[in-house]
C-alpha cells in the first residue's frame, strides 16, 4: 500500500511538470501575502527570491525553493523599499522610495546601512546594475509626471544623468553593458542610452512606444531581450533588442509592478503584483542575463 501512494505521488508531481507550459503563468506565493507595494523581485547566488514589502510595507522577504515567504530584514523605521539588486559579490542593494536613499544589506548580519542618499531623490523607485557594479537609479515625481535618472558608483558617490524626464521607472543594463534602458510610465515609453565604462550616457533614442496602459520594472534575458512590466494591462512585454515587439505574456493579475528571473536554469521569470499581493512566475525559453 506505501509503494502505491508513492508511485501515485510521484505520477502526480510528474503531471504538474509535464503541463506547465512556457510563457503561461502560475502562482508562486499566496495572494495578499504581500501588501499594495509588492515590488522588487531578485534573487541570490543561490536562487533564492527577495521580494518587498511582505505583510506590511518596510520588510524584505526571502522566498526559498518550494517554501513560503519569510520576512528576511525589516527597514529601518522611514524606509520602504522598492527595486532590488544583487552585485557580483553578492551585496544587495534598496531602492528606499520613501527614505530618498540606496541602501544596502549585509547579507550574513542583515544589518541595513544608507549606502547613498541625497534629498534631491524625488522619489527611488528601480535599480539597474552593470558587471562592473554601477548602479543606476530611476527617480520619479509621480505628482509632477517628471522623473530622473541618477548614477551610483561602487563607492557610493550619487550624481544625476539626466533630469527633466517622464515618470522615470523601470530600468536595465544590456547584457554587454553598452546600453541603458529607461521607461517612463505616464508617457508609456521606453528609451535607450549609449552607456560607456565610466557608467555615462550618450545619443539618446527612442527604443520602444506603447499605446497604452502604464509601464514598470524590466529585465534583460541574456540574448538581449527586455521584459517589461505592463502595469494594469496584466502583461509581461517581451522587446528583441531592435525595439520589436516579440511577446506578451498575460498574467493573472493586472497591475505587473516588476519582473526577475531565476530557478536552477535561470529560465523561471517571477513577476510581482500589487493587485493581488503575491508572486507570479512563468517560464522563458532564455535565461536571465544577470
Known sequence: ?????????????????????PFESYDLTKEHAF?????????????NLYVVNYIKDGTIALIRRHKSPAIFVTLPEGSVGNGIRFNKTGEMFV????????????????????????????????LAISNSGILFLSDPNWKESTGQIWRVLPDGKLSILEADMGTTNGIEVSPDDKHLYVNESVQQRIWVYDLDAKGDISDKQLFFQFPDFGLDGMRCDSQGNLYVARYDKGFIAI????????????????????????????????????????????GSETAGAR
Open 1 to 21: 500500500m506505501k509503494t502505491s501512494v508513492l508511485i501515485l505521488i510521484c505520477c502526480v508531481d510528474a503531471l504538474n511538470v509535464f503541463t506547465q507550459k
Open 35 to 47: 501588501t499594495s507595494n509588492c515590488e522588487g523581485p531578485a534573487v541570490d547566488k543561490s536562487g
Open 95 to 126: 531602492a528606499d522610495y520613501q527614505g530618498h536613499n540606496v541602501l544596502k544589506v549585509d547579507m550574513k548580519t542583515r544589518a541595513v546601512s544608507v549606502f547613498a542618499h541625497s534629498e534631491k531623490l524625488n522619489q527611488p523607485n528601480d
Open 239 to 282: 522587446l528583441s533588442p531592435e525595439g520589436k515587439l516579440l511577446r506578451e505574456v498575460p498574467t493573472k493579475g493586472k497591475k505587473t509592478s516588476n519582473v526577475t528571473f531565476g530557478g536552477k536554469d535561470g529560465k523561471t521569470v517571477y513577476v510581482t503584483l500589487q493587485d493581488r499581493g503575491c508572486v507570479e512566475w512563468f
